[in-house]
């Protein structure tokens, strides 16, 4: 009866039962790896491949590796009148220990790929500080001192050592002290410069830290990692690529660095403990001499300085009561100024002195106890005491004003009374210092809210302008992966207006004179595609690789810029014996 059936089936209609029956029996996964063995902290690529489309189920592979990111592409192929279509998934993997690791079936639409034995072999040396030394990207990390007390500042200094170019998209973690109450402060921008080590050239970047433990004990720091893209040293040749620029995904870190934190030792008798490498108190006055005279306000400004200190780590100074005076303080100014040796904290005090009688009047020394962490000894910073003569004001001892004598002119010359010449009418002090205190206040406030202004509308616009690029490069993504050449020229010269908001770019080859090498012959060959006789084909998903590792960092007033990004981004140099 089959039989019967399936002759009087069409023969087109039979010859698709069997290309579909055919289709389903090469249904299965296959899984392959692009390299074996690998190594730990460096990232493989992992390829599934099936004829059906569908989500591949990659929770297995979290026991194992860090999943990085993923891809997904699809081939046709015509061979003798057949047909094939192959769907990849590129997912790129990061092993999480060293060992015999299996990686295990994986499934898609309910066929499962072949488990895969990797070897991962450890990372050894390469992985340290100094003995890193004879890899091509290694970490060092120094903290100086080891030791210290608790508060007192800690110079932490990282150092990213490479003979390699680093691909956009690299980082550095921050400073981590888990069991620790750690203040942890950056010490001003990244500083770049060339070294030599056993003979090997390296670039290194370098970034600083100022640490300030806030309780004693043993501490570790976590590790620092490296975590970014390396662009492969085995492109070159004649005939490289530009648009085909391969980078691979690695991850390295320090060891770990080990403090130990002291309490404030018992001896130290200040009301405040200041652990610093040096402290110094100076005073100035608004006028020089400083001349006194009851009832007249002069300015005493008084400065801490310590270095090694942050600036809210001082306290203020002489706001007791001085007998003989009225104290009027300002509010304190405090600076924090990042240098070779951490930082310097610097705290000003201004202060209204009013004599209130006339005489000699005592102001007595300012002290400051503090700890020099150099000689590991108390210290004191001091003002002297003085005595100053304060002169008698335009009021007396008994508080009245000098009477005001007058003279009259006879009655019919119309002349007014008018004031003997050498006395005068105090209307006091008082007023005015009142209006000067309400300006001050007033200008105040009014820079307050004028500053507060200033920086809601520079975060305005930042969001605004970064929001605006991510708009822009996701078009321009999805253009290029669809090989649309006429749209990517538009997307990337708005990109251009965003970058360059002045004297902006209008054609690509006047884009091409701003950018990297690379890329400025990349953009230049996308404009030749444009108004070429012969159509050729342009590969958007290699030019997209290319813009997105070497574009332009957008400029601070344009409010772009990735986070984390510049700093470690660099563009490729050439190398001794390139």
């Known amino acids: 009866m089959v039989t019967s059936l399936f002759k009087r089936l069409p023969a087109a209609l039979i010859a698709v039962l069997f290309a579909l029956a055919s289709a389903s029996s090469f249904a299965s996964v296959k899984a392959l790896v692009d390299r074996n063995p690998v190594t730990l902290d460096q990232s493989f690529t992992l390829t599934l491949q099936?004829?059906?489309?569908?989500d591949p189920v990659l929770t297995p592979l979290q026991q194992d590796f860090d999943i990085l990111s993923q891809g997904k592409s699809s081939s046709y192929q015509f061979i003798n009148g057949q047909s094939s279509h192959t769907i990849s998934w590129q997912i790129v993997l990061m092993p999480k220990h060293a060992g015999q690791i299996q990686i295990p079936p994986l499934s898609v639409n309910g066929e499962s790929s072949a488990a895969i034995a990797l070897t991962v072999t450890a990372a050894g040396t390469n992985q340290g500080n100094a003995s890193g030394?004879?890899?091509?990207?290694?970490?060092e990390v120094g903290a100086e001192p080891l030791t210290g007390y608790v508060q007192q500042q800690i110079l932490l200094t990282v150092r990213l050592y490479r003979t390699v170019d680093l691909g956009q998209g690299s980082t550095l973690s921050e400073p981590k002290f888990p069991n620790a109450n750690a203040v942890v402060e950056k010490l001003g921008q990244d500083r770049e410069f060339q070294t030599v080590k056993n003979g090997q050239d390296y670039a290194v970047i370098e970034r600083r830290y100022a640490i300030y433990p806030q309780k004693s004990g043993q501490f570790s720091m976590d590790p620092i990692q490296f975590d970014g893209n390396v662009v492969d040293g085995n492109q070159g040749g004649f005939f490289a690529?530009?648009?085909?620029?391969?980078?691979?995904?690695?991850?390295?870190?320090?060891?770990?660095?080990?403090?130990?934190v002291k309490p404030a030792p018992a001896r130290f008798s200040g009301k405040q403990w200041l652990p610093a490498a040096e402290l110094t108190l100076a005073e100035n006055w608004s006028q020089d001499p400083p001349a006194f005279k009851v009832g007249e306000p002069i300015t005493r400004t008084l400065t801490i300085s310590a270095q090694g200190l942050t600036a809210s780590q001082l306290s203020a100074l002489a706001s007791d009561a001085l007998d003989g005076f009225k104290l009027y303080p300002d509010q304190a100014t405090l600076k924090d100024q990042p240098g070779n040796n951490g930082i310097t904290g610097t705290r000003e005090q201004k202060i209204a002195l009013i004599p209130t009688r006339a005489g000699k009047l005592d102001l007595p020394a300012i002290e400051v106890k503090w700890w020099n962490t150099r000689t590991d000894k108390e210290q004191v910073a001091q003002l002297p005491a003085r005595s100053v003569t304060v002169a008698a004001g335009q009021i007396d001892r008994n508080g009245t004003a000098p009477p005001v004598v007058q003279s009259q002119a006879p009655i019919d010359s119309g002349a007014q009374s008018v004031t003997v010449p050498g006395m005068r009418v105090v209307g006091g002090w008082w007023p005015w210092l009142s209006l000067a205190l309400a300006v001050g206040w007033l200008?105040?406030?009014l820079a307050w809210w004028s500053v507060s202004r200033k920086k809601k509308s520079e975060t305005a616009t930042k969001r605004d302008a970064d929001e605006s690029f991510r708009k822009v490069e996701a078009k321009l993504k999805k253009v290029c992966l669809e090989n649309d050449a006429a749209r990517a020229t538009e997307q990337l010269l708005a990109w251009a207006r965003l970058r360059w908001p002045v004297n902006s770019p209008t054609s690509l080859t006047a884009m091409a004179r701003l950018c990297a090498p690379a890329l400025a012959e990349a953009l230049t060959?996308?404009?030749?595609?444009?108004?070429?006789?012969l159509q050729t084909d342009w590969r958007g998903e290699a030019f997209w690789r290319l813009f997105a590792a070497r574009r332009p960092a957008a400029s601070v007033s344009a409010g772009a810029g990735e986070s984390g990004l510049a700093p470690l981004y660099a563009e490729p140099r050439s190398t001794a014996g390139s």
């Open 50 to 54: 099936s004829s059906e489309d569908g």
């Open 133 to 139: 030394q004879g890899s091509n990207l290694f970490l």
């Open 241 to 260: 690529d530009p648009f085909n620029q391969h980078t691979s995904h690695v991850r390295t870190h320090s060891e770990p660095v080990r403090i130990s």
């Open 443 to 445: 200008a105040t406030v």
């Open 525 to 533: 060959e996308l404009d030749k595609t444009r108004y070429a006789k």
